[in-house]
């Protein structure tokens, strides 16, 4: 109340010199009032039932009615309007009671002069708890709005005394009066002697923070939470209260783990890639001296010896090229295709592979457009199938479905990491033996297997993730003990193309043979000696160069036509397939092959150039001889 404002005033007092006198004081006390005189409680009940009052003054005896009646009257409609006494003569017994039962102040009517001071300090603490009950008001709705959970809990009783809604709506009740009739440690923490172990940890403490726990909500799902906070202590120290703050953060914990799973694969991949690239290319030698031996000898021993080089070489071949998937470290032969055809037309070839007792089934969806990988797409359907087969023993159900989704139809819990955008999805869903968090958490590692020893590589599925991510798609896994497996594959949806992209037809004859001039690029010495013997046996003649460098030089030295320029496509320094770009400057008829085993990144094969053919290491020189003819009788 400013010094500027008149106080509204009830004042019950039947005698009216001892009003007028009051009023005086009052004013000599510097207060401005504007005063409703009543003199009995008709009177009392018709103001106070018409007009609002800073303050209320009442003798303690009017006719046939009393003070304490119209304290206990105004406090009946629930005013909390300050109430001040002022009479002749009041008992300390009297007196005592009536600041008791919340009267602000009584007056003596004969030291009226202290009538002032006990309206005004009424006043104030009436304006003091009003301030205090707003910012009560204002700080329960914060904690009652707040979109983190807060609570107080006993520490000795083992139950909340306090919870916001959002505690409520975590541990996925209907009530703060459902979860105030928890015992944390039985109905609330996972372990019962957590909540025991943590309570001696902060015991010492004044606060704490960031402690993750592992808590259950009403139905038995289990979360990870992080609570912050300090102990009210008694008069002895001891800790008997703990206010806190709880945050579930379960989806971030598996944010954090789907995140240091991809780098962790990423990692492994880099490595395997590595490992691959090199071994390429001493297989590449063994193969292509295995095969040579075959075109020149007709000892059978030898030729027996050789062929079991060529058969072996051949696994190994597959075992790289698994590797390389992985590592997302081969050029990828990506084409616009429908993917129900290219599944239901894979499937035809599936039953005697899955055994009579596994029954399957195919749901597709309206056309599916994605760009991909026929071949390394079906190696994906083959991969998750033969490991559903496994995982079902005694038979069960295989489903395979295709279905086209948005992002915003995607259960952001099952699979957070998938981004915004239209996919087309192939789940692969099995009734087998299902698996537990451990070993879902290194299904997609290289050799990882839990099959029993020589009844798998281990590589089945680490390839499929490299397929998947080189298509630039994504795969997540559900699964649980006994309740089999779902594996689900989002493929970037793409428009239909305007006319059907047809897979090109595997070359095949005898080795032909030719007299063009071959510039040959390899930095890896074994590989391109036996090459160049090769190409010089059929005819060719050979430049060879370790190097871009060595090439360029090569090229400006030469006379005569370079017909085709054969180069690795990762070499130190300059790109294979940036070099024979340059070297076609100054030789525009040259035909391009690249030859590689490794990429350093995804390489569609349209990145390569219109003029560029593409061989994939290892090859057989059959292979690479057939390539030859085709680009240069092209």
Same mark, same amino acid.
Request: proline share 4%; charged share 25%; net charge neutral.
């Given at each position: 109340?400013?010094?500027?404002?008149?106080?509204?005033?009830?004042?019950?007092?039947?005698t009216?010199?001892?009003?007028?006198?009051?009023?005086?004081?009052?004013?000599?006390?510097?207060?401005r009032?504007?005063?409703?005189h /009543?003199?009995n409680?008709?009177?009392?009940?018709?103001?106070?039932?018409?007009?609002?009052?800073?303050i209320?003054?009442?003798?303690?005896?009017?006719? &046939?009615?009393? +003070?304490?009646?119209?304290?206990?009257?105004?406090?009946?409609?629930?005013?909390?309007?300050?109430?001040?006494?002022?009479?002749?003569?009041?008992?300390?017994?009297?007196?005592?009671?009536?600041?008791?039962?919340?009267?602000?102040?009584?007056?003596?009517?004969?030291?009226?002069?202290?009538?002032?001071?006990?309206?005004?300090?009424?006043?104030?603490?009436?304006?003091?708890?009003?301030?205090?009950?707003r910012t009560?008001?204002?700080?329960?709705? =914060?904690?009652?709005?707040?979109?983190?959970?807060?609570?107080?809990?006993?520490?000795?009783?083992?139950?909340?005394?306090?919870?916001?809604?959002? =505690?409520?709506?975590?541990?996925?009740?209907?009530s703060?009066d459902?979860?105030?009739?928890?015992?944390?440690?039985?109905?609330?923490?996972?372990?019962?002697?957590?909540?025991?172990?943590?309570?001696?940890?902060?015991?010492?403490?004044?606060?704490?923070?960031?402690?993750e726990?592992?808590?259950k909500?009403?139905?038995?799902?289990?979360?990870?939470?992080? #609570?912050?906070?300090?102990?009210?202590?008694?008069?002895?120290?001891?800790?008997?209260?703990?206010?806190?703050?709880?945050?579930?953060?379960?989806?971030?914990? @598996?944010l954090?783990?789907?995140?240091?799973? $991809?780098?962790r694969?990423?990692?492994?991949?880099?490595l395997?890639? &590595?490992?691959?690239?090199?071994?390429?290319?001493?297989?590449? /030698?063994?193969? @292509?001296?295995?095969?040579?031996?075959?075109?020149?000898?007709?000892?059978?021993? #030898?030729?027996?010896?050789?062929?079991?080089?060529?058969?072996?070489?051949?696994?190994?071949?597959?075992?790289?090229?698994?590797? *390389?998937?992985?590592?997302?470290?081969?050029?990828?032969?990506?084409?616009?295709?429908?993917?129900n055809?290219?599944?239901?037309?894979?499937?035809?070839?599936?039953?005697?592979?899955?055994?009579?007792?596994?029954?399957?089934?195919?749901?597709?969806t309206? %056309?599916a457009?994605?760009?991909?990988?026929? +071949?390394?797409?079906?190696?994906?359907v083959?991969n998750?199938?033969?490991n559903?087969?496994?995982?079902?023993?005694r038979?069960?159900?295989l489903?395979?479905?295709?279905?086209?989704?948005?992002?915003?139809?995607?259960?952001?819990?099952?699979?957070?990491?998938?981004?915004?955008?239209?996919?087309?999805?192939?789940?692969?869903?099995?009734?087998? #033996?299902?698996?537990?968090?451990?070993?879902?958490?290194?299904?997609?590692?290289?050799?990882?297997?839990?099959?029993e020893?020589?009844?798998?590589t281990?590589?089945?599925?680490?390839?499929?993730?490299?397929?998947?991510?080189?298509? +630039?798609?994504?795969?997540?896994?559900?699964?649980?003990?006994?309740? &089999?497996?779902?594996?689900?594959?989002?493929?970037p949806?793409?428009?239909?193309?305007?006319?059907?992209?047809?897979?090109? $037809? $595997?070359?095949?004859?005898?080795?032909?043979?030719?007299?063009?001039?071959?510039?040959?690029?390899?930095?890896?010495?074994? =590989?391109?000696?036996?090459?160049?013997?090769?190409?010089?046996?059929?005819?060719?003649?050979?430049?060879?160069?370790?190097?871009?460098?060595?090439a360029?030089?090569?090229?400006?030295?030469? $006379?005569?036509?370079?017909?085709?320029?054969?180069?690795?496509?990762?070499?130190?320094?300059?790109?294979?397939?940036?070099?024979?770009?340059?070297?076609?400057?100054?030789? %525009?008829?040259?035909?391009?092959?690249?030859?590689?085993?490794?990429?350093?990144?995804?390489?569609?094969?349209?990145?390569?150039?219109?003029?560029?053919?593409?061989?994939?290491?290892?090859?057989? *020189?059959?292979?690479?001889?057939?390539?030859?003819?085709?680009?240069?009788?092209?």
């Amino acid at each position: 109340m400013t010094g500027e404002e008149s106080l509204r005033m009830l004042y019950l007092e039947d005698t009216k010199a001892d009003f007028e006198l009051c009023l005086r004081t009052l004013e000599k006390g510097g207060l401005r009032v504007k005063v409703d005189h /009543v003199v009995n409680e008709e009177q009392f009940r018709e103001r106070l039932s018409s007009e609002v009052y800073d303050i209320v003054l009442a003798d303690y005896r009017v006719p &046939g009615w009393s +003070g304490m009646a119209a304290f206990h009257l105004l406090r009946s409609r629930h005013l909390d309007t300050p109430f001040v006494l002022v009479t002749g003569s009041l008992g300390d017994e009297l007196a005592a009671d009536c600041i008791k039962q919340g009267m602000s102040d009584f007056v003596l009517k004969d030291r009226l002069t202290r009538l002032p001071i006990a309206v005004t300090q009424a006043i104030e603490r009436k304006e003091s708890a009003d301030a205090l009950r707003r910012t009560e008001a204002e700080f329960q709705s =914060l904690v009652d709005r707040a979109p983190i959970g807060i609570y107080r809990s006993s520490v000795k009783e083992d139950r909340f005394l306090t919870v916001n809604p959002a =505690l409520v709506k975590m541990l996925g009740y209907a009530s703060a009066d459902e979860v105030m009739t928890l015992k944390l440690s039985r109905d609330v923490y996972v372990k019962t002697r957590e909540r025991k172990e943590v309570l001696e940890e902060i015991s010492g403490l004044d606060s704490y923070i960031g402690i993750e726990l592992q808590w259950k909500r009403k139905d038995g799902q289990l979360m990870t939470v992080r #609570i912050s906070g300090r102990p009210i202590r008694n008069q002895e120290g001891e800790a008997v209260i703990q206010e806190v703050v709880a945050e579930d953060i379960t989806k971030q914990k @598996s944010l954090e783990q789907q995140l240091w799973q $991809a780098q962790r694969m990423e990692a492994v991949g880099r490595l395997a890639g &590595g490992v691959a690239h090199d071994f390429n290319n001493l297989l590449m /030698v063994v193969n @292509s001296c295995a095969e040579l031996v075959l075109q020149h000898t007709s000892d059978d021993r #030898i030729r027996k010896y050789a062929g079991q080089i060529v058969t072996a070489g051949a696994k190994a071949t597959l075992v790289t090229r698994q590797l *390389l998937t992985f590592g997302r470290r081969q050029v990828f032969e990506s084409r616009v295709l429908d993917l129900n055809l290219l599944v239901r037309d894979f499937t035809k070839f599936l039953p005697p592979l899955i055994g009579e007792d596994v029954e399957m089934s195919l749901v597709t969806t309206d %056309p599916a457009f994605v760009k991909i990988d026929a +071949g390394q797409t079906e190696q994906v359907v083959m991969n998750l199938v033969v490991n559903a087969r496994d995982a079902m023993p005694r038979g069960g159900k295989l489903a395979l479905e295709i279905a086209t989704v948005d992002l915003e139809t995607i259960d952001g819990v099952l699979h957070p990491l998938v981004p915004a955008g239209r996919y087309v999805t192939l789940s692969v869903s099995d009734t087998g #033996i299902g698996m537990d968090v451990e070993t879902k958490g290194r299904i997609f590692e290289p050799f990882f297997t839990t099959k029993e020893a020589g009844k798998g590589t281990g590589l089945g599925l680490a390839t499929a993730f490299g397929i998947i991510k080189q298509a +630039g798609g994504f795969i997540s896994v559900y699964s649980e003990r006994g309740r &089999g497996t779902t594996f689900r594959i989002y493929f970037p949806r793409v428009q239909e193309p305007s006319r059907p992209q047809a897979l090109p $037809a $595997a070359s095949a004859g005898e080795i032909p043979r030719g007299s063009e001039t071959i510039l040959l690029v390899e930095d890896e010495a074994g =590989l391109r000696a036996i090459t160049k013997e090769f190409l010089e046996s059929i005819g060719y003649t050979v430049l060879e160069s370790p190097n871009a460098a060595q090439a360029f030089t090569l090229s400006l030295k030469h $006379a005569g036509h370079i017909h085709v320029i054969l180069t690795d496509l990762v070499m130190p320094g300059v790109r294979g397939s940036e070099m024979a770009f340059r070297l076609k400057k100054s030789h %525009p008829t040259a035909k391009i092959i690249l030859m590689s085993g490794y990429s350093d990144r995804v390489i569609a094969v349209e990145e390569l150039g219109p003029d560029a053919l593409f061989l994939q290491k290892p090859f057989k *020189l059959s292979t690479l001889a057939q390539k030859l003819r085709s680009v240069l009788d092209a």
